[in-house]
């Protein structure tokens, strides 16, 4: 089953990002992006940083995983439910194959998953972060295709840099310090190229 409504795959290699385009559809927005990896090496690519704090606000999005080359296997195509509501995380299986390509990595002071305790000033909530990692095993080509239904909070892309987001790289972990005088609030910043998403 494919989700795509409308436009080619957007391809957004791990090597050099090219800029995916956008998709609007009828629940929200479609994100394309394609990694690889070459050699005997194993890759862990960032598609987007997700934010969530201490109210109703929630990110939901569908994530279809389709393998394009390598070699035919049983792992060729699956769909994930990525769901983030207050300091809750999960990436559910829902069709295709079973193989995890998705996973979630933490953040927060010495690898937390709470990114930020109101009471240590700053931000007014509390706040928890995750950034969404795709693998993609050795030789292979795959696509990922986001459909968000919601972010509740901010939206952006690499317009706005992702320290700017959270003052963390990614396969990184913040300090304290860090934790404690972040105030930008939730949402989801994706890793692609400015221009790809709105900046709002």
């Known amino acids: 089953m494919s989700l795509i409504v409308s436009g080619g795959i957007i391809r957004n290699y791990a090597s050099s990002l090219s800029p995916p385009r956008k998709t609007r559809y009828a629940g929200g927005l479609s994100l394309h992006?394609?990694?690889?990896?070459?050699?005997a090496t194993t890759t862990n690519n960032h598609l987007c940083r997700i934010i969530t704090?201490?109210?109703?606000?929630?990110?939901?999005?569908?994530?279809?995983?389709?393998?394009?080359?390598?070699?035919?296997?049983?792992?060729?195509d699956s769909l994930y439910r990525v769901e983030a509501y207050y300091d809750n995380f999960n990436i559910d299986y829902v069709s295709g194959d079973t193989r995890p390509q998705i996973s979630f990595q933490t953040f927060g002071p010495s690898g937390s998953g709470q990114i930020h305790e109101n009471n240590n000033g700053g931000y007014y909530r509390d706040a928890?972060?995750?950034?969404?990692?795709?693998?993609?095993?050795?030789?292979q080509n795959i696509d990922f295709e986001l459909n968000v239904m919601s972010t509740s909070g901010f939206l952006r892309d690499?317009?706005?840099?992702?320290?700017?987001?959270?003052?963390?790289?990614?396969?990184?972990?913040?300090?304290?310090?860090?934790?404690?005088?972040?105030?930008?609030?939730?949402?989801?910043?994706?890793?692609?190229?400015?221009?790809?998403?709105?900046?709002t």
Do not use: C
């Open 158 to 199: 690499r317009t706005t840099p992702l320290t700017t987001v959270y003052n963390t790289a990614f396969n990184s972990t913040a300090s304290q310090s860090v934790a404690d005088s972040w105030g930008f609030g939730r949402g989801v910043w994706f890793n692609s190229a400015p221009g790809t998403v709105e900046d």
């Open 33 to 39: 992006m394609n990694y690889s990896a070459s050699a």
């Open 53 to 76: 704090q201490a109210d109703w606000g929630m990110v939901t999005m569908l994530v279809h995983v389709r393998k394009r080359s390598y070699s035919i296997e049983t792992e060729m």
């Open 128 to 139: 928890w972060g995750r950034d969404l990692v795709a693998t993609v095993p050795y030789y």
